[in-house]
């Protein structure tokens, strides 16, 4: 049984689409039953490609009209064959069947100070948390990293809003950002024990700025991320899952997770963040040929190390040195 968000789906439909960087879709949806969409939260959109159900997860840029427009921004990936695609195809005028506001990423109030990590499309979780903080008169400082300012989406908008708050790292101008660095002026700062970092981008900048907030002692709690934008260390390729208990092998095509391979196939399993955050979805790894990407923020690096379990929503694997599809063994508990 998967536990999903209690949000009630609606119809939307879309009333601007364009492209706002290479690669970048920014997509304004009017929908039906309007509800303020609070800094940090997503809507789960509801898609049919490649002849399957699939549902995305999209951080809501900003919230008009008392919720009535929502813009999402959606970022093509080069392996998609399904939800980026369907939402890149999207159109003025056609339909959709999104949620409402769904919080994942709520934004403290009362922080001495914040400090904002967008890497890449992970800047869409927060677009509105900055601009929430520039109200409330906050002390806040907002580094944007890009592989090129080519495929940052909201930069100029960004710098327009916040002026010199905004710090950018390009790695194409070989101005690529320094955690230990970042971290470690937070940790050397007068309210470090008060200063909140908010992140969301690649899965490696936020395992390095875990690492690097531990190193520090600084408080866990103020350590706050979403996990929408994240990539893995590899690109993500078809591999095989192999059930014993239900003697059952599913593929897991590049474009859908362990998890929506293994309920499209009718093999139930526990779920909720669908993110990587919760730990619901938990498996054991029996045998791995191959590579796995664990892809997850819930197991620690040692856990990820020691290889016993794995995410069913966020982690994958990749062909090994044999270059033969990668299986994975595991048991459901
Ligand atoms: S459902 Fe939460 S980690 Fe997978």
Redesign the pocket.
């Known amino acids: 049984m998967a536990a999903r968000s209690q949000a009630r789906w609606q119809r939307g439909h879309v009333v601007e689409a364009e492209l706002v960087a290479e690669g970048v879709r920014r997509i304004v949806l009017e929908v039906e039953h309007p509800e303020h969409a609070a800094p940090g939260t997503h809507v789960d959109v509801a898609l049919t490609a490649q002849g399957r159900q699939q549902t995305r997860s999209y951080s809501v840029v900003r919230s008009e009209g008392g919720g009535r427009r929502l813009t999402l921004s959606v970022q093509l990936s080069p392996a998609s064959r399904g939800g980026s695609q369907a939402m890149h195809a999207l159109a003025v005028g056609d339909e959709l069947t999104v949620t409402g506001p769904v919080q994942s990423f709520p934004l403290a109030v009362g922080a001495g100070r914040y400090v904002l990590v967008a890497g890449g499309i992970g800047v869409t979780a927060l677009v509105a948390m900055a601009s929430a903080l520039r109200r409330r008169g906050a002390d806040y400082e907002l580094v944007l990293l890009g592989r090129s300012r080519r495929v940052m989406a909201y930069l100029d908008e960004l710098s327009a809003e916040h002026g010199d708050r905004v710090r950018v790292h390009v790695d194409d101008e070989g101005t690529p950002l320094s955690v230990p660095d970042l971290v470690g002026e937070i940790a050397a700062g007068s309210n470090a024990a008060t200063t909140e970092l908010y992140m969301c981008g690649p899965i490696g900048l936020m395992d390095a700025i875990r690492s690097s907030w531990t190193d520090h002692a600084l408080p866990p709690t103020n350590l706050r991320f979403e996990t929408f934008g994240s990539s893995g260390r590899f690109g993500a390729e078809e591999f095989l899952v192999r059930l014993p208990q239900l003697d059952r092998d599913v593929a897991v095509a590049p474009d859908t997770s362990i998890l929506d391979a293994l309920n499209a196939a009718g093999v139930e399993t526990l ?11 938990l498996a054991k790894i029996v045998e791995v040929d191959g590579t796995l990407d664990h892809r ?1 923020v ?1 197991l620690s690096e040692a856990q990820k190390q020691r290889c016993t379990n794995l ?4 982690s994958r694997a990749v062909a090994g040195d044999s270059g033969d599809r990668a299986t994975v063994t595991l048991h459901l508990t």
Do not use: T
């Open positions: 779920s909720d963040c669908r993110k990587g955050e919760c730990g619901l979805c997850d819930f995410c069913l929503c966020v």
